[in-house]
C-alpha cells in the first residue's frame, strides 16, 4: 500500500497542502488557498488585518482554523485518498501568538463535526487576535527583556537570537502591558505552528525546538524554556506555556472531527508541526551540516543547517533548532527584490532579462564602485533610518548601479554570515532572482563557492509532508534517516551549476573589506566587524 503523507504551510497570505507518496518519491497533490481570496469575510489584506498604526499586524487566529476546514473540504472534492493518509504534520509562518483561555482544551477535545471549526472555536481566545511576524511595535519590550537578559550576547546565546520587535517573547510581554486582565485570562500560548497542530490533535499540542527558537523564550542549547528569559517577559509564563518537543513527534491520533467530516483515515497520526523556515530546509533537502540556502525573494534570505550551536554575537542572524536535529540559521535581509525593483525602475529597465544583461556587460568588481541600497529599514545590518548610499558609484551610471546592487547584497551576505563559521562546499539558490544567471554568476564569486539552482514549489509543506514522514517512521521504530527520506524530492535544476571565477573571487575577497568600511561608514558609531 502506498505510503501517503500530508504536509500543510499556514503562511501569512495561504495555507498549502502538499501529499506525498513516500515510497515512489512523488508529490501526489498540491494547493494553496488564498486568505484574501478565499475568506474575505475576515477582511485582511495580504492575510493581515489593517490597523491605524503601521507598526502594528495581526491576524485573527479564525482565519486559519477557517482555512483548515476549507482545504479539507477541497482535498476531499479533488478526491485526495485522505483515508490513505498515514500522517499529518505541517509548518507555520514564525513567531505569530494565539492566545487560549480556560475554555479550549474542553473545546478542543469535542469538535462536533456537524459545526465548523470556526463555531467549535467561538469563546476559547484570551485574545482575539494573533500579532504576527510582521508586526514592528515592541521596539521597547525588546529593550527591556535585552537589558534583563545582559545585552545582545547573552540574549543570542541563551535564546539564539538577539530581541526582535517579531518574536513572540516581546509581543507577549507587550501584550501583558497593554492588557493585563485578558493576560491573566490567558491559560495557553501557542504559536500559528502549534495553534493548527493543536486543531488536528484535538488537545493542546506542543511548540517544537525550531519555531520555539523563534520566541526568545526557548534555550537554544537545552532546547527546554529559559527561566530567566520568561522572568524577563511577563510573570506566570511558565504555566502559561505547552511542553517543547522534536518536530514531527507523534501527538496522537488524529481528532475525529476530521475523520467523520472530511474522511480521514482514523490512525492517522497528528504531529508536532514546525515553523516555515525550518520545514523549507527539510523541503529544499538541506539536512547535512554546512549545505547552505540563499533565498532570493521579497527579503533575501540566507539560511543553512549547523551541527553545533553556533550564535551571532552581534545579534543580526538567528538560530533555529533543525527538525532534521541539530541547528539551522537564518539571516533576513529586508531589502531583497524590493531594492532591486527600485534600481530597475529608476534607471527605467524594461524587464529582468534586460537587467541581467547589462549586469552581465559589465566587470567584477564594478571599479570600485559600492551602493548601499536600504530603500527600507535593514534587519542586517540594522538600518532604522532607509537611505541609498554611494562610494565611488556615479548615480549617473545605470549600468555601474545595477552590478552594485546585486554586489552589494551578495557582500552583505558575505560579511554577515562569517559568524555561523561554516565554509559551504556548493550553495543552493532558489526564489525569484535565482533564475537570472548573471546574478548567480556573482553569488559564486563573491562567495567563491559553486552555485546550484533549486525550484522547489511549496517548499515549506513538502517540508511538512517528509516530517510526517519522519513521525511516522521514527513512531512504528523504524529508525528513519533524513538522507534517505528527502532523497528524490529536491534535486537542482539540470544543467544549473555555476562555478566561481577564481579572478573575479579574488577581487570580491578585496571588495568586501571595503564593503564592511563603507557600511561603517554609512551606520552611525558602527564598529568594524
Ligand atoms: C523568520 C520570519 C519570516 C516568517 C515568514 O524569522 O519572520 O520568515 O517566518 O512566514
Known amino acids: 500500500m502506498a505510503k501517503l503523507f500530508l504536509g500543510l504551510d499556514s503562511s501569512t497570505q495561504s495555507l498549502s497542502a502538499v501529499v506525498i507518496d513516500l515510497d515512489a518519491r512523488k508529490v501526489i497533490y498540491e494547493k494553496s488557498l488564498n486568505f484574501d481570496q478565499a475568506l474575505p469575510q475576515f477582511k485582511t489584506r495580504n492575510g493581515v488585518l489593517p ?90 519590550e525588546c529593550a527591556e527583556i535585552r537589558k534583563k537578559l545582559g545585552g545582545i550576547k547573552f540574549t543570542a546565546s541563551r535564546t539564539g537570537s538577539d530581541t526582535f520587535e517579531r518574536f513572540t517573547g516581546p509581543q507577549i510581554r507587550k501584550f501583558y502591558k497593554t492588557e493585563p486582565k485578558a493576560y491573566d485570562k490567558t491559560t495557553s500560548i501557542a504559536l500559528v505552528s502549534s495553534f493548527m497542530a493543536s486543531l488536528l490533535a484535538g488537545k493542546i499540542a506542543p511548540i517544537d525546538f525550531g519555531d520555539g527558537a523563534g520566541m526568545n523564550l526557548m534555550d537554544i542549547r537545552r532546547k527546554n524554556w529559559n527561566h530567566e528569559a520568561l522572568k524577563a517577559t511577563a510573570p506566570s509564563l511558565v504555566k502559561k506555556l505547552p511542553p517543547l518537543a522534536a518536530s514531527g513527534f507523534v501527538i496522537g491520533p488524529v481528532s475525529p472531527y476530521f475523520v467523520q467530516k472530511f474522511g480521514l483515515n482514523p490512525e492517522a497520526l497528528a504531529t508536532v508541526w514546525t515553523g516555515d523556515n525550518p520545514a523549507s530546509v527539510l523541503g529544499l533537502g538541506l539536512i547535512k551540516p554546512g549545505q547552505v540556502a540563499i533565498s532570493l525573494g521579497t527579503s533575501d534570505t540566507f539560511f543553512g543547517t549547523m551541527e553545533k550551536c553556533q550564535t551571532d554575537e552581534n545579534g543580526e542572524g538567528h538560530v533555529f533548532g533543525s527538525p532534521a536535529g541539530g541547528y539551522m540559521t537564518l539571516i533576513c535581509f529586508k531589502n531583497g527584490s524590493l531594492a532591486r525593483e527600485k534600481i530597475r525602475e529608476h534607471y527605467k529597465i524594461s524587464d529582468w532579462k534586460k537587467f541581467g544583461e547589462i549586469v552581465a556587460a559589465t566587470s567584477p568588481g564594478n571599479a570600485g564602485g559600492i551602493l548601499l541600497p536600504w530603500f527600507e529599514a535593514e534587519i542586517v545590518p540594522r538600518v532604522n533610518r532607509p537611505g ?125 573589506e571595503k564593503y564592511a568600511a563603507c557600511e561603517c561608514d554609512a551606520l552611525e558609531n558602527c564598529q568594524l566587524l
Open 388 to 512: 541609498i548610499h554611494r562610494f565611488d558609484l556615479d548615480e549617473k551610471n545605470a549600468a555601474a548601479n545595477c552590478r552594485a546592487i546585486f554586489e552589494a547584497q551578495m557582500l552583505s551576505m558575505r560579511l554577515h554570515s562569517q559568524w555561523m563559521q561554516v565554509a559551504p562546499e556548493k550553495i543552493f539558490a532558489t526564489g525569484g532572482a535565482s533564475n537570472d544567471r548573471a546574478l548567480l554568476q556573482i553569488l559564486a564569486d563573491v562567495m567563491n563557492c559553486r552555485v546550484l539552482r533549486i525550484e522547489v514549489a511549496k517548499s515549506a509543506a513538502l517540508g511538512a509532508a517528509l516530517q510526517a514522514a519522519h513521525g511516522w517512521l521514527a513512531a512504528a521504530d523504524k529508525n528513519p534517516k533524513w538522507e534517505k527520506l528527502v532523497a528524490g524530492f529536491s534535486d537542482p535544476v539540470p544543467n544549473s551549476e555555476i562555478r566561481p571565477d577564481k579572478k573575479a573571487a579574488k577581487i570580491y575577497d578585496q571588495l568586501v
Open 51 to 140: 490597523h491605524r498604526d503601521p507598526l502594528v499586524k495581526h491576524s485573527p487566529p479564525l482565519l486559519w482554523a477557517a482555512a483548515l476546514d476549507l482545504m479539507f473540504a477541497q482535498m476531499k472534492k479533488d478526491r485526495v485518498a485522505l483515508g490513505k493518509i498515514l500522517a499529518v504534520s505541517g509548518s507555520g509562518q514564525q513567531h505569530g501568538s494565539v492566545y487560549f483561555n480556560d475554555k479550549a482544551a474542553e473545546a478542543l477535545a469535542n469538535l462536533n463535526p456537524q459545526k465548523s471549526l470556526v463555531e467549535n472555536l467561538d469563546g476559547i481566545f484570551a485574545r482575539k487576535t494573533s500579532p504576527i511576524w510582521m508586526d514592528s511595535s515592541t521596539a521597547k
